[in-house]
């Protein structure tokens, strides 16, 4: 079990014995802190100096690694096994990212990497010429929006993309809609012309119910606007691995681009569902993004785990889930193009890990999967900041933060920085009773002695920062698939799948058999939900 392993039990005790360390003092005894806890990629900056570690702490989690088997399950992935073994498929997002020079990456006997870039190529050429108006309308126009429709790998991914690189965009509006609630479709269409709009109808089953009504809505306004039949191939296209379905639907063959079974949906932006951002960025920006990802890729396959970027935040990860029992994570980006950010993380890491049962179907022995969230930076330092200053729990941060901005408003940028930086330094250092007291010296001591207490803050609690010089193509890359592979780390020393996600698939089942009840008014189930059903109907009425 994992949690019987020497390495697991080393780190037990090792938590027992160092729990009351404070970071303040670990700071203040050490000034070369700093230097040996973080670590630099391609201009990246990540510091995890302010966590509640020393280098013993790092030492025994790199030993659970190795315990874990970390090393070779990479390997696994890189080389294409079927590790996401209960759907009995390959988790290849890397090979997404591979230059189209790359080795073989052979699955089921093909070589992989041509068919990547085939299908790639296909999608930005098409992006291209949406982009150069070389594509028009079915009247000629040419094309000035692009709806996206899509949900959960299929949408998060590429909607926080084309917002974070907004800089970066091209003339087309990129649109997304996702939500089974028509209020979605309804409020984006309204601001749209048909003849100058094209959707892209994103699903890699081409199976979820939630983006086929909305692709129907679509292709429904499109009609009802009386734009002919034959124009469907102008104005929408399709994503999918699953090609026949789309086609079906009313895609024309040539307007569907593959993606792959091997690629999970959270780990599916670097594929076809990119096609959103590579509207929205034009290609040569995409493909930066992807070069950013596989720069990272390199770094995790390469580097020695005391030094590995991902790596080290997933082992930081398991230590205050499992040590130290943490309530949650945030995910902090200063950056409001980044405000999505968080959202995708949501699914990547929740949707990954939360699992109860290891590989070989047991239960697992310990907690899997962190509570993520998270806000644009100086918006949730004014919401649910106080909670991680005062609060009682124990609840990691994650700051992401562009030291510049293409803007140059004013001191708003240094302003902007400075408060993410002080945060850190807030939560680290805290405030002891006695500087609170000296802090309120001109008080009457009665009345200090009431305050002061109020004022103090405990400390020690743990961020991990990440800095880079702008918010780039390559930077996001770079980033995402840090945290792609902090969500994979986890899952291999959890011993679970994170590669499946049969909960979700659970709630699909439930809710295909309720819907026909809502129009038919029978329903066998408890008295709670029976009730829903009926409150329905009487709304209806
Ligand atoms: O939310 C469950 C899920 O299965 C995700 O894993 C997936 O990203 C999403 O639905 C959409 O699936 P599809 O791309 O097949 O429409």
């Given at each position: 079990m994992t949690t019987q392993s020497p390495a697991w039990q080393k780190l037990a005790e090792h938590q027992q014995a160092t729990s009351q360390l404070h970071m303040r003092d670990l700071f203040a005894a050490d000034a070369n802190r700093f230097n040996a806890m973080h670590e630099t990629l391609h201009g990246l900056l990540f510091d995890y100096s302010k966590n509640r570690i020393t280098e013993e702490t790092l030492t025994l989690l790199c030993n659970l690694a190795d315990s874990a088997k970390v090393k070779q399950r990479m390997q696994a992935m890189r080389r294409g096994d079927k590790i996401n073994t209960s759907e009995n498929r390959a988790s290849l997002h890397i090979a997404l990212r591979l230059p189209e020079n790359a080795d073989p990456i052979m699955v089921d006997g093909e070589n992989i990497v041509p068919k990547v870039h085939t299908e790639l190529n296909r999608a930005l050429s098409f992006a291209g010429s949406i982009i150069d108006g070389s594509h028009t309308?079915?009247?000629?126009?040419?094309?000035?929006?692009?709806?996206?429709?899509?949900?959960?790998?299929?949408?998060?991914?590429?909607?926080?993309?084309?917002?974070?690189?907004?800089?970066?965009?091209?003339?087309?509006?990129?649109?997304?809609?996702?939500?089974?609630?028509?209020?979605?479709?309804?409020?984006?269409?309204?601001?749209?012309?048909?003849?100058?709009?094209?959707?892209?109808?994103?699903?890699?089953?081409?199976?979820?119910?939630?983006?086929?009504?909305?692709?129907?809505?679509?292709?429904?306004?499109?009609?009802?606007?009386?734009?002919?039949?034959?124009?469907?191939?102008?104005?929408?296209?399709?994503?999918?691995?699953?090609?026949?379905?789309?086609?079906?639907?009313?895609?024309?063959?040539?307007?569907?681009?593959?993606?792959?079974?091997?690629?999970?949906?959270?780990?599916?932006?670097?594929?076809?569902?990119?096609?959103?951002?590579?509207?929205?960025?034009?290609?040569?920006?995409?493909?930066?993004?992807?070069?950013?990802?596989?720069?990272?890729?390199?770094?995790?396959?390469?580097?020695?785990?005391?030094?590995?970027?991902?790596?080290?935040?997933?082992?930081?990860?398991?230590?205050?889930?499992?040590?130290?029992?943490?309530?949650?994570?945030?995910?902090?980006?200063?950056?409001?193009?980044?405000?999505?950010?968080?959202?995708?993380?949501?699914?990547?890491?929740?949707?990954?890990?939360?699992?109860?049962?290891?590989?070989?179907?047991?239960?697992?022995?310990?907690?899997?999967?962190?509570?993520?969230?998270?806000?644009?930076?100086?918006?949730?330092?004014?919401?649910?900041?106080?909670?991680?200053?005062q609060g009682t729990r124990l609840i990691p941060a994650d700051f992401i933060v562009p030291m510049t901005t293409p803007y140059g408003i004013g001191r708003q940028n240094r302003f902007t920085v400075a408060n993410a930086f002080a945060q850190s330094e807030a939560l680290m250092k805290g405030k002891t009773l006695e500087e609170a007291r000296a802090e309120l010296s001109a008080l009457p001591e009665a009345e200090r002695e009431k305050l002061a207490p109020q004022k103090e803050f405990p400390g020690n609690r743990p961020s991990n920062s990440f800095l880079f010089d702008k918010l780039d193509p390559f930077n996001l890359g770079m980033l995402m698939a840090a945290y792609e592979h902090r969500t994979f780390v986890q899952g291999v020393i959890w011993n679970i799948n994170p590669f499946d996600q049969w909960g979700v698939e659970y709630g699909k089942v439930l809710a295909k058999a309720i819907e026909p009840e809502l129009e038919s008014g029978t329903s066998a189930h408890d008295s709670s939900t029976n009730s829903l059903v009926a409150f329905y109907r009487q709304c209806q009425k």
């Open positions: 309308g079915i009247t000629g126009k040419r094309i000035t929006d692009l709806v996206h429709i899509g949900i959960g790998g299929s949408d998060l991914g590429p909607q926080m993309g084309a917002q974070a690189l907004y800089f970066y965009r091209t003339g087309v509006r990129v649109h997304f809609v996702s939500n089974s609630d028509d209020a979605d479709i309804a409020q984006t269409l309204t601001t749209l012309d048909p003849e100058t709009t094209v959707f892209s109808i994103a699903s890699k089953s081409f199976g979820t119910p939630e983006t086929l009504l909305n692709g129907q809505a679509a292709r429904d306004w499109y009609l009802q606007h009386g734009l002919p039949e034959e124009g469907i191939s102008h104005h929408f296209c399709a994503i999918s691995s699953n090609v026949g379905a789309a086609i079906k639907f009313g895609i024309p063959p040539e307007r569907v681009f593959g993606m792959f079974d091997w690629v999970g949906g959270r780990y599916s932006i670097w594929s076809t569902i990119g096609f959103p951002m590579m509207v929205a960025v034009g290609p040569e920006n995409f493909r930066e993004f992807l070069r950013g990802a596989h720069a990272m890729d390199e770094h995790f396959f390469n580097t020695e785990f005391r030094h590995n970027i991902p790596v080290l935040m997933a082992l930081l990860n398991v230590w205050y889930n499992n040590f130290y029992h943490s309530d949650g994570h945030t995910t902090v980006p200063y950056s409001h193009n980044m405000r999505r950010f968080t959202a995708w993380l949501n699914q990547l890491d929740m949707e990954s890990c939360g699992k109860q049962r290891t590989l070989d179907g047991k239960p697992v022995d310990c907690i899997t999967g962190g509570i993520i969230f998270g806000e644009e930076g100086p918006n949730c330092q004014h919401a649910y900041f106080q909670l991680l200053h």
